[in-house]
């Protein structure tokens, strides 16, 4: 069965800092990786989705199907990105996801 | 355009009432997606519906739950006889046809007393 972890509940990092959110998954099939991002108030929205390889917000993740992993990363945090991050898997149709338990990201001052 | 709209946006039931989740797709869309998640857990996925089909049923429970989007008006998530374990936020997502980004409308959080 797919499963999706990402071991940190809170990640808190100072402004300018690197941002590291971590992510990995396990499915037998050929996957398809998203990250979505929920900031505060705010409904679920995607950020960024790995067959697009582009880089939204300064964020970007790439596939390492080797250490199956999709980690997200931005070389200088902003305030801005404070938010709850959500690493999803695509089984089946592209729409249907198995999300990971979500990593808040805090940055501060 | 509003966007996907779910309501209530609160729901609290007694055990063994009924809950009922209404979903209102982007304009366009036609395909929908029902996900709850529960406390300290990540979104689940529970049913996949077009207009008047139910396309994938895999993640719902076998008693108790059922979905529908019919031809006109909102696509409808059905609790009977609620537990204090369907306590949870209860997301619809919609999308257009070849169109695989999901948009997620704010979640009615269902509270079962």
């Known amino acids: 069965a797919q499963r999706v972890t990402q071991p940190e509940k809170l990640l808190s990092v100072f402004k300018g800092a690197p941002v590291e959110l971590k992510c990995n998954y396990s499915y037998s099939g050929s996957p398809e990786l998203f990250w979505y991002v929920q900031y505060s108030r705010q409904r679920l929205q995607l950020l960024l989705r790995?067959?697009s390889r582009e880089s939204i917000k300064g964020f970007t993740a790439d596939l390492n199907k080797g250490e199956t992993s999709f980690h997200l990363k931005k070389p200088f945090a902003q305030e801005e990105d404070s938010a709850m991050y959500y690493c999803?898997?695509?089984?089946?149709?592209?729409?249907?996801?198995?999300f990971g338990t979500g990593t808040r990201l805090q940055v501060t001052l | 355009n509003a966007g996907v709209m779910q309501n209530p946006r609160h729901l609290v039931r007694r055990r063994g009432q009924e809950a009922r989740l209404r979903c209102s797709p982007m304009?366009?869309?036609?395909?929908v997606y029902w996900y709850r998640q529960l406390p300290e857990e990540g979104l689940k996925f529970m049913v996949y519906l077009q207009k008047e089909n139910i396309i994938d049923e895999s993640g719902m429970p076998k008693e108790r739950f059922s979905a529908e989007f019919p031809k006109e008006g909102p696509s409808i998530l059905r609790i009977q006889q609620v537990v204090r374990g369907d306590s949870a936020a209860y997301f619809c997502?919609?999308?257009?046809?070849?169109?695989?980004?999901?948009?997620f409308g704010s979640g009615t959080q269902l509270s079962v007393l």
């Open positions: 997502a919609s999308s257009g046809v070849g169109d695989e980004k999901l948009f």
């Open positions: 304009k366009g869309h036609s395909h």
């Open positions: 999803a898997l695509a089984t089946g149709t592209a729409s249907k996801l198995t």
């Open positions: 790995h067959i």
